[in-house]
């Protein structure tokens, strides 16, 4: 029972973050994995345990009593086998119901012999992985339009980059979304259902029951008509209308007010219920970028959505978005709350038909049939057009050319000498030193001092080589030379948590994931992330 797929998806608790329809997403992937280490079986443990669809390892290496000290995922018994199928093997174990393959070959042997082998994933995932492998791969995916996540795990430093060509959110999930009530500018079926109350003819039970939205709408009322119809806008005017709207509690016999919570909600809420109902210059740009003007033949869904609410925005929607058709909780009779509720989902339910209408027009004049893009989906695009956000990451190549490297970017984030940006640094010397010696510093003890000279020179050229005008202190030379390319467990479980995370927003098209550099620094324990 326990393995039975629907049940799973419907009781666990990440499903509760994405939902159905993100679990049905997470179902349907296919990720691969390069090099099981450490970082990697804990990235693939993350996702095996939701319930990914299918996951590949690709791995040319044999296991060794190294692998086996760090990583759960593999045992003794394991040494000598070939790593990819010896995590494999484990890792099935945390959940039957997703299918794990492995291939017994290096990344590099897959990129000269079939580099077309990656095109099938819906992400790769690369841990641990050398410099000039990564750039190759790197090429590869983005001209297939392929997501890349690249994890790495060094010493007491963590880093992650995604490279994305365009990433699409519907489901941004913000932290503090403002509500959608629009009592700034009422849509006709709000204006008619606030008309039809009579706060002053109303008995102490009404009254006190009373949705808070309709206190504010209707004292807004009184504010705009004394007020050459402007709501209040600063901070004296907002005070102003909550003292007008307490005014309105009612008083007893002996001219104390009355305990009517619904008002004291209202006066707690007028930010809130006054925010004004525009569209953020974020969705602007979606509505004024290429992919939104020129819909074609290869034109996603999202582009299309999107362009069908910029033509209702144009048309029905009067200059605004469509409504949400939500509304918060709040003290109030069952009645009252449930008629109110269905003012905002009726007017919802009707702007989500108008840009269906507009989303049909579109297929049809794209070839494709009005069924392409089913009502659910509609309906979920336009509950979510004001969190709408789109990802363009930067490829690698541009990362890496000294033409287009984000000098700006890094110069000022290491004003700080201490900055994150730093082990970025480090990280991209460390390459250089394996380019130069066939091996990373300080590997073993008797390297470490020899090595620091070797590796402070690699710090310097790459400095000079990209005109950066730094500098790096000697306490992180000496620092990542006695790190000899160490895959700590501690920092390699933070990361694989961390790098999951992402790999599930990606592949859901849920919340937004970072762009596009992480780094983590274990010794500080702080983090950030860069545009690189």
Same mark, same amino acid.
């Given at each position: 029972m326990l393995g039975d797929k629907s049940l799973f998806s419907c009781h666990c608790v990440p499903c509760r973050l994405w939902g159905d329809h993100g679990?049905?997403? /997470?179902? =349907? @992937?296919?990720?691969?994995?390069?090099?099981?280490?450490?970082? #990697?079986?804990?990235?693939?443990?993350? !996702? *095996?345990?939701?319930?990914?669809?299918?996951?590949?390892?690709?791995?040319?290496?044999?296991?060794?009593?190294?692998d086996v000290g760090n990583n759960f995922f593999l045992s003794k018994s394991s040494i000598g086998k070939n790593r990819a199928q010896a995590a494999t093997e484990l890792l099935q174990e945390l959940n039957s119901d997703v299918s794990g393959n492995f291939v017994e070959e290096t990344p590099e042997?897959?990129?000269?012999?079939?580099?077309?082998?990656?095109?099938?994933?819906?992400?790769?995932?690369?841990?641990?992985?050398?410099?000039?492998?990564?750039?190759?791969?790197?090429?590869? /995916?983005? =001209? @297939?339009?392929v997501p890349f996540l690249i994890c790495r795990t060094? #010493?007491?430093?963590?880093?992650?980059? !995604? *490279?994305?060509?365009?990433?699409?959110?519907?489901?941004?999930?913000?932290?503090?979304?403002?509500?959608?009530?629009?009592?700034?500018?009422?849509?006709?079926?709000?204006?008619?259902?606030?008309?039809?109350?009579d706060l002053q003819s109303m008995d102490k039970n009404?009254?006190?029951?009373?949705?808070?939205?309709?206190?504010?709408?209707?004292?807004?009322?009184?504010?705009?008509?004394?007020?050459?119809s402007q709501v209040p806008k600063n901070y004296k005017e907002k005070e102003a209308f909550r003292e007008l709207i307490r005014q309105g509690i009612r008083k007893n016999e002996n001219g104390v007010p009355e305990d009517e919570e619904n008002f004291e909600e209202a006066v707690k809420n007028v930010n809130t219920a006054l925010n004004p109902t525009k569209i953020s210059s974020t969705i602007e740009d979606i509505f004024n970028a290429d992919q939104c003007k020129n819909i074609t033949a290869q034109s996603t869904s999202f582009w299309v959505m999107a362009r069908a609410v910029k033509e209702f925005v144009h048309n029905e929607g009067g200059q605004n978005l469509p409504v949400r058709g939500t509304i918060p909780d709040m003290i109030a009779n069952s009645d009252k709350f449930i008629s109110l509720q269905n003012v905002y989902r009726?007017?919802?339910k009707q702007d989500a038909a108008a840009v269906s209408k507009h989303v049909a027009s579109l297929l049809q004049s794209m070839g494709k049939l009005p069924e392409s893009i089913s009502e659910q989906e509609i309906r979920l695009f336009c509950k979510n057009t004001a969190f709408l956000r789109v990802v363009c990451c930067r490829s690698l190549a541009e990362e890496y050319s000294v033409e287009s490297i984000n000098k700006d970017e890094i110069t000022s984030c290491m004003d700080?000498?201490?900055?994150?940006?730093?082990?970025?640094?480090?990280?991209?010397?460390?390459d250089?030193?394996?380019?130069?010696?066939?091996?990373?510093?300080?590997?073993?003890?008797?390297?470490?001092?020899?090595?620091?000279?070797?590796?402070?020179?690699?710090?310097?050229?790459?400095?000079?080589?990209?005109?950066l005008n730094v500098n790096v202190k000697d306490d992180y030379i000496h620092e990542f030379c006695r790190y000899g390319a160490a895959e700590p467990h501690t920092v390699a479980s933070l990361m694989g948590g961390s790098a999951a995370q992402e790999a599930i927003k990606t592949i859901t098209h849920q919340f937004v994931p970072f762009n596009n550099t992480f780094i983590y620094n274990a010794m500080s324990q702080t983090s950030a992330t860069f545009q690189l």
């Open positions: 679990q049905e997403a /997470l179902e =349907n @992937a296919h990720v691969c994995l390069i090099n099981a280490t450490a970082s #990697g079986t804990e990235i693939l443990k993350n !996702l *095996v345990l939701p319930g990914i669809g299918a996951f590949t390892i690709v791995d040319g290496h044999r296991v060794s009593g190294e042997q897959l990129l000269d012999n079939d580099p077309g082998f990656f095109h099938r994933f819906n992400l790769v995932i690369a841990v641990q992985l050398r410099e000039s492998t990564t750039l190759r791969l790197g090429a590869v /995916l983005w =001209n @297939a339009g060094y #010493g007491l430093a963590g880093y992650m980059r !995604l *490279v994305v060509k365009e990433h699409t959110v519907v489901e941004s999930h913000p932290d503090n979304a403002l509500e959608d009530l629009r009592l700034d500018h009422p849509f006709e079926e709000l204006k008619k259902h606030i008309q039809s109350y009404d009254h006190s029951h009373t949705p808070w939205i309709i206190v504010v709408a209707k004292y807004l009322e009184k504010w705009c008509s004394e007020h050459d009726a007017k919802a700080n000498p201490d900055s994150e940006m730093v082990l970025y640094l480090m990280l991209r010397a460390v250089r030193f394996f380019q130069q010696h066939s091996r990373y510093p300080g590997v073993y003890n008797y390297q470490v001092e020899e090595d620091i000279g070797k590796l402070k020179s690699c710090v310097n050229s790459l400095l000079q080589e990209y005109g």
